[in-house]
């Protein structure tokens, strides 16, 4: 027997086991998220710079 080729411990593939994919928004939701947080940040500025 040839100990040289032993390997010790175990590689667990944790992608493989517990990876569950997530299917990535629309972009037109990402768009539409992103202009009413600009709408926002707008209003909150008028208010800080009192215009």
């Known amino acids: 027997m040839d100990r040289s080729k032993d390997k010790i411990g175990y590689e667990i593939p944790f992608t493989r086991i517990?990876?569950?994919f997530v299917e990535?928004?629309?972009s037109e939701?990402?768009?539409a998220e992103f202009k009413a947080l600009?709408?926002?940040e707008q209003?909150?500025?008028k208010?800080?710079?009192?215009?």
């Open 24 to 26: 990535p928004r629309k």
């Open 18 to 20: 517990f990876y569950k």
């Open 47 to 51: 208010k800080i710079l009192g215009e």
């Open 38 to 40: 600009s709408e926002e």
């Open 43 to 45: 209003e909150l500025m």
């Open 29 to 31: 939701d990402i768009f």
